[in-house]
């Protein structure tokens, strides 16, 4: 009898515990990113009789948003200027980040206006090939303005080719990450070979504001942070 009841008891702790880790993994996703899923996604572990020792030969790629070439149409009247632009922002890495103002116009707008297109080209060098995770530190306008679109070495393709990214859930407006994801909602791969590649981001409607870029072959990484 006794030990039935401290086998329920030990049945009840691992519940419990399994219900809190349950809830740790939502609160994690539901802040759009923030820490690596697990320390031991950190480098991997040599074996050795002192110990383990872990190495960190991942790749990473950070590119400033605003160190892009922008190619843009001009922005509605209204507005004025280009539709994607390079503004300053005091919680922006670099004081810098790119922005589609609200109302600049879109690729897709309403009847009656013209379509707007605009793209931020970057030139990066991968030196390991692999699969990367793309992930973009965005600042969204709202649920009209929650979505940006990336490629890779597609340069001249039409808009509708690229891969979207953007979050259901834009509230509260603040800077945090996004990643392209899977049907299944993971971290969608990309595979970039040893070579010079071309990355675009898109505009997909108006509102987004762009800060920093991030490439990583780390499985399961989640930006967070600036990335400095
Ligand atoms: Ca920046």
């Given at each position: 009898m006794g030990f039935g009841l401290g086998r329920l008891a030990l049945l009840a702790a691992v519940a419990a515990l399994g219900a809190l880790c349950a809830s740790c993994s939502q609160d994690d996703g539901a802040d759009g990113g923030g820490g690596r899923?697990?320390?031991?996604?950190?480098g991997r572990a040599k074996g050795g009789k002192g110990g383990v020792e872990f190495a960190d030969s991942f790749q990473r790629i950070r590119i400033e948003a605003e160190d892009g070439e922008i190619v843009s149409d001009d922005a509605l009247p209204e507005v004025g200027g280009k539709v994607m632009r390079v503004v300053d922002d005091p919680m922006a890495s670099g004081g810098k980040c790119v922005l589609i103002p609200?109302?600049?116009?879109?690729?897709?707008?309403?009847?009656?206006q013209p379509p707007k297109y605009a793209r931020a080209v970057y030139k990066f060098e991968v030196k390991v090939p692999g699969k990367y995770t793309f992930w973009c530190r965005r600042k969204w306008l709202d649920s009209c303005g929650d979505s940006l679109a990336v490629r890779f070495d597609s340069v001249g393709k039409p808009h509708s080719e690229a891969f979207r990214f953007g979050d259901c859930d834009s509230k509260p407006v603040r800077w945090a990450w996004s990643t392209v994801t899977t049907k299944e909602g993971k971290p969608r791969e990309f595979e970039l070979s040893a070579d010079d590649h071309v990355m675009e981001i898109l505009n997909t409607e108006d509102g987004p504001a762009f800060d920093v870029l991030l490439l990583t072959d780390e499985p399961g990484y989640v930006a967070q942070g600036m990335e400095e």
């Open positions: 899923q697990g320390k031991g996604a950190k609200d109302k600049a116009g879109t690729p897709t707008p309403p009847e009656g």
